[in-house]
């Protein structure tokens, strides 16, 4: 049966009786159920004479399917339960409550046979129910006489079956399900939550080293918890052991355990970085950072006494990546505390954020202490453990920052933040082999195996450069000028083809060549092992990879158009800048290069480039730019007197006379719009009058107008054509042309 039905049934003001759906909802097929389903969305069951034991009929059946054991038949009970509880308020009103005592029992029934681990079906049943339970309670939430006398009684059963039941579940699936119902009752039913939740959050606890996205959702169960007093051990002895009055903390519990929670994220970063030190050989600059950041407080030290300790072994060195996974878990677990929506104010300390940030990104510059073993397992696991933590960690510490008010904790940071982000940088420069100093230009081959990372850098460089509408930018000095200008250089590699293998082979090659005739023979036994592998050196730029996705690349140009309005930008980068915006056609970055010129003079515009790749798209704005207006400095404009006398201008020089009908006509500039090959004038107006110097003083005392001094005694070779619009003009009349004197304003 089509769906369509249910719509004509509904405009002519008919309905299927609820008598024949109860009878026939059984043995329908999908379709037929289908069309059941649209037609309980009508309003006619409520307008209509449908009595009250047509529902109590009709809700027994839904009952009756749920309750049995094929999933397809229950299954039908939980789509009716959803549409007709959310469609119909007479019948929310009155079985609500037995709906709710029926879906509970259905989600024990569901434990009680073990089905939740067994097939994939079953996991896909019970989401639908626990979606269907939830539903059901989001209905009754904001009605107030339902949630007392329904709700709230039932709801405090479901959340002990619900927690009780948790631990026995080994599925991730299911894992996940229970943990986006719980969360939604944790945050809107906390005070029936509260008798349940220490055990919930020892749950929890267990479950924060699940990988994937469940571990986002059990990290945000993990923080909702703390809006419910967990009784830590050092402070419920602060609070509850001398018994005394709690009136003036039952308000702030929340709150100061909120806070108490972020201060021992800190520590846990802080002793996670303090591993280094036995590590890396770090300065004294650093340790200083690492000693200013806070140490663990009584109330907050054994908030995070769960985790467990990290096993690091230089011999198994892949076991620095713990290291990761244990920061990259401290890490959301702060985000998700300053985040979250809470009903008090968050208290976090910004320079605490920075200093961990600006720690994580300088351990990358570090060697190894003397006496370590340094093999290349050891040395490799190393690197890419510190390279993964500056972007997991300390670029994600600012991205937080940077994401609450716009930036506004950023913006007294702003110098501190740019040498921050230099340390980017500094692995990706060529290295001087004599004085083992970075240099100003890039390592093609370390530049291409960091460029993912690297996109996640211009992100983040975007959003920074606009927020606070661009204040952050014109904060910046003459030396975070250089480092922006570094970045807008590596923007310009990243944009071009990868072709790091090319020149890989190609030095390779190079270096062949030079060597004795043993590394000739070893390149000929490598050789002789394929023939095909002299496509290699034959044709090395047909093996380079392509360019970036789109969406990489889009915001490489991005951050190239935020950078040319506000950034001082040198000579050289430029250049580069503007020969990347040509060969691409990018006629938006073009656009901000001409309306931002370079302050050097010796830089050229690309204007006239610009306007031979122009097309209707860009026109709109290359008109402005390219058709001059007149100079304002040429035409003054004054009111006319009130005296409506005929003024006369007389010169001796010139032999013009105008009277009062000549003077009231509007002289007009002679402009052509539309003339090939020269930008024309705009058409501008001339209908002011010129005071006669002989009647200044009446002039002044009815218009109220400065006597402007006119020296005709001055340049005459500034001269326009101006023409009538009246009277015709010969071609060979030369006397039309009148000389407009510059006028001396002192």
């Known amino acids: 049966m089509s769906t369509s039905g249910s719509v004509v049934l509904q405009n002519q003001g008919s309905y299927m009786p609820l008598s024949l759906i109860t009878n026939q ?24 004479d449908t009595s009250i034991n047509d529902y109590s009929v009709f809700v ?110 080994n599925n991730i699936d299911t894992i996940e399900i229970f943990v986006d119902f719980l969360k939604d009752l944790l945050i809107n039913n906390t005070s029936v939550f509260k008798p349940y939740v220490n055990k919930y959050y020892q749950f929890l606890s267990q479950k924060l080293s699940m990988d994937g996205l469940v571990q986002d959702k059990i990290i945000d169960g993990f923080v909702y918890c703390h809006l419910i007093n967990l009784n830590y051990e050092n402070s419920s002895g602060k609070n509850n052991g001398s018994n005394a009055d709690m009136k003036h903390l039952k308000t702030n519990v929340s709150q100061a355990q909120w806070n108490e929670a972020i201060e021992a994220i800190f520590y846990e970063m802080k002793k996670i970085i303090c591993l280094y030190q036995d590590i890396l050989n770090i300065d004294e600059y650093t340790k200083k950072l690492i000693e200013l950041l806070p140490e663990a407080k009584p109330e907050s030290d054994n908030i995070f006494k769960f985790l467990p300790l990290l096993n690091l072994d230089f011999n198994r060195a892949h076991s620095l990546f713990e290291i990761n996974s244990r920061f990259n878990l401290l890490v ?21 954020i920075l200093n961990i940030s600006n720690i994580v990104l300088n351990l990358q510059n570090f060697k190894l202490l003397k006496g370590l073993r340094k093999d290349n397992n050891v040395i490799s696991c190393l690197s890419l453990n510190l390279i993964s933590l ?21 913006m007294p940071f702003s110098k501190q933040i740019v040498s ?69 250089s590596l923007a310009i590699i990243l944009l071009k083809d990868d072709e790091s293998l090319y020149f890989k082979l190609q030095n390779y090659t190079n270096s062949v060549d030079q060597q004795n005739n043993a590394s000739k023979k070893k390149k000929t036994n490598l050789m ?24 990489a690349i889009e915001d490489l140009y991005n951050f190239l158009i935020e950078s040319v309005k506000g950034v001082r930008i040198s000579t050289n980068v430029r250049s580069l800048i503007e020969k990347e915006a040509i060969v691409d056609n990018k006629f938006e970055l073009m656009k901000y290069l001409v309306l931002n010129p370079s302050l ?34 040429f035409i003054q404009h004054y009111d006319y007197p009130s005296a409506q006398e005929p003024i006369a201008i007389e010169h001796e020089d010139m032999d013009i006379w105008e009277d009062d009908d000549e003077e009231e006509k509007k002289i007009t500039v002679d402009s052509q719009e539309n003339l090939e090959g020269e930008p024309s004038l705009k058409k501008q107006k001339i209908t002011d009058k010129v005071v006669d110097i002989a009647n200044e003083e009446q002039h002044i005392e009815t218009n109220n107008v400065t006597p402007i001094e006119v020296d005709m005694t001055e340049k005459k070779e500034d001269s326009i054509k101006v023409i009538d619009v009246a009277a015709p003009v010969e071609d060979d009349d030369e006397d039309s042309d009148i000389e407009i004197p510059d006028l001396d304003l002192s």
């Open 25 to 48: 909802v059984e043995s329908a097929s999908l379709n037929e159920f289908e069309f059941f389903l649209y037609n309980l969305r009508s309003t006619n069951y409520i307008t209509h």
């Open 390 to 410: 500056s972007y997991d960690v300390g670029l994600k510490l600012l991205e937080i920052l940077l994401t609450i008010k716009d930036g506004i904790h950023l």
């Open 600 to 633: 050097e003079s010796s830089n050229q515009s690309i204007l006239p480039i610009v306007a031979s790749k122009a097309t209707e798209d860009i026109r709109y704005w290359l008109k402005s730019i390219i058709l001059p207006s007149l100079p304002q400095n």
């Open 60 to 169: 027994n059946k839904i009952i009756k399917l749920l309750k049995s054991d094929v999933v397809f038949t229950s299954w039908k009970a939980l789509q009716l339960i959803n549409v007709l509880f959310t469609y119909n308020p007479i019948v929310l009103c009155s079985f609500s409550k037995a709906i709710i005592n029926e879906l509970a029992e259905k989600v024990e029934f569901m434990f009680k046979k073990t089905r939740l681990n067994k097939s994939q079906q079953s996991i896909l049943y019970f989401q639908e129910l626990i979606f269907t339970l939830q539903n059901l309670i989001n209905l009754l939430r904001n009605k107030a006489i339902l949630r007392r006398e329904v709700l709230t009684p039932n709801l405090a059963p479901i959340i002990k079956l619900m927690v009780n039941k948790i631990n026995e579940v």
């Open 332 to 352: 959301k677990l702060l985000e998700g505390f300053i985040e979250a929506d809470t009903p008090f104010q968050i208290k976090f300390n910004s320079s605490t």
């Open 528 to 551: 002789k092992k394929t023939d095909t592998i002299s496509d290699i050196y034959t044709t090395p730029q047909n093996f380079c990879f392509k360019k970036q996705n789109p969406s």
């Open 420 to 488: 921050m982000l230099y340390n980017f940088l500094i692995p990706v420069f060529n290295q001087n082999k004599s004085n083992n100093k970075n240099t100003n230009t890039f390592n093609l081959n370390k530049v291409m195996t960091q460029k993912l990372n690297f996109v996640k850098l211009y992100k983040f460089l975007i959003i920074l450069s606009k927020s606070n509408e661009g204040m952050f930018i014109s904060n910046l000095n003459s030396e975070d000028f250089e480092t922006w200008n570094s970045f807008m």
